[in-house]
């Protein structure tokens, strides 16, 4: 639990943080960002060894709960919220992060390097966000965040299993927020894309994932229902797209035009 006395901590005593892909990069930067503003995190990376590294290296190791589990798999992905049910929590955050890249040309590689990657990075979001749907509607309230990329809309080659996991998971959050939005307005939904990150699967030159863990828990910690279905392109949210009609009435001042929201 975090520290009472702290009244930073007390604003989020209620507060409970899942990371998916939280052994390195982005996802154990989130989850150190989470624990040094008292909020708890936990920590889910296939490898012991990994997530075990995202605790000793936090500034706050006792706001970390580290969990070795593959999020390709359904049975174990239930014994991890199994395992959270024993915490007092009524605010659930989820971020699916987890993800894979295998580069490989696609007509003479084995299918084994798509179907993982369409496991961890799709279907291990939808079987985190079934599980923890449950508890937030339970609660009333909850944040779901996808970790996502602009690989659907421009793939690349050697891409083909990373760049349609994806853009499924894009569809993927858009249909959520289409089926629970309007029900339980106060569980929102957002894609968020951190950008070209100075990681593993990202390149040198890239951005260091310890900034763009600082807007992901930023987005994360917002509770404001209009918020639901925004996509977020590193630190602002990007304009849906609007219809001639909708245009015309905006330049008119029929209607309100977007105004971006800006991430700290």
Avoid at 68 to 91: G, I, K, P, T
Avoid at 124 to 151: D, E, P
Avoid at 239 to 248: D, E, Y
Wanted: glycine letters at 8%; charged letters at 20%; aromatic letters at 8%.
């Amino acid at each position: 639990m975090t520290d009472q006395g702290d009244p930073m901590a007390a604003k989020f005593d209620d507060t409970l943080a899942i990371v998916t892909g939280a052994g390195s990069g982005l996802g154990r930067a989130l989850c150190h960002q989470f624990a040094e503003r008292g909020i708890r995190a936990v920590g889910v990376a296939r490898l012991n060894d990994s997530i075990l590294g995202t605790k000793e290296t936090c500034k706050h190791p006792e706001n970390i709960i580290s969990i070795a589990a593959d999020v390709s798999d359904q049975v174990a992905a239930e014994r991890v919220f199994h395992q959270l049910d024993q915490l007092e929590f009524s605010h659930l955050i989820l971020i699916n992060n987890a993800s894979v890249y295998d580069r490989y040309d696609f007509a003479t590689a084995s299918l084994d390097f798509f179907e993982r990657e369409i496991k961890t990075n799709f279907g291990g979001a939808v079987s985190y966000t079934h599980l923890a749907l449950q508890r937030m509607i339970r609660n009333g309230k909850g944040r779901i965040i996808n970790v996502g990329s602009f690989a659907d809309q421009a793939p690349l080659p050697g891409s083909t299993g990373y760049s349609v996991s994806k853009g499924a998971l894009r569809l993927f959050s858009a249909a959520l927020v289409a089926d629970v939005g309007k029900r339980f307005p106060n569980i929102i939904i957002n894609d968020w894309v951190p950008g070209m990150l100075d990681t593993k699967m990202g390149r040198p030159e890239g951005l260091d994932p310890k900034q763009a863990a600082v807007w992901g828990v930023e987005l994360a910690l917002l509770r404001n229902p209009e918020l639901n279905g925004l996509v977020f392109d590193m630190n602002q949210d990007i304009a849906p797209q609007r219809s001639l009609k909708r245009r015309v009435a905006e330049a008119l001042g029929l209607r309100p035009k977007h105004v971006p929201v800006f991430l700290d």
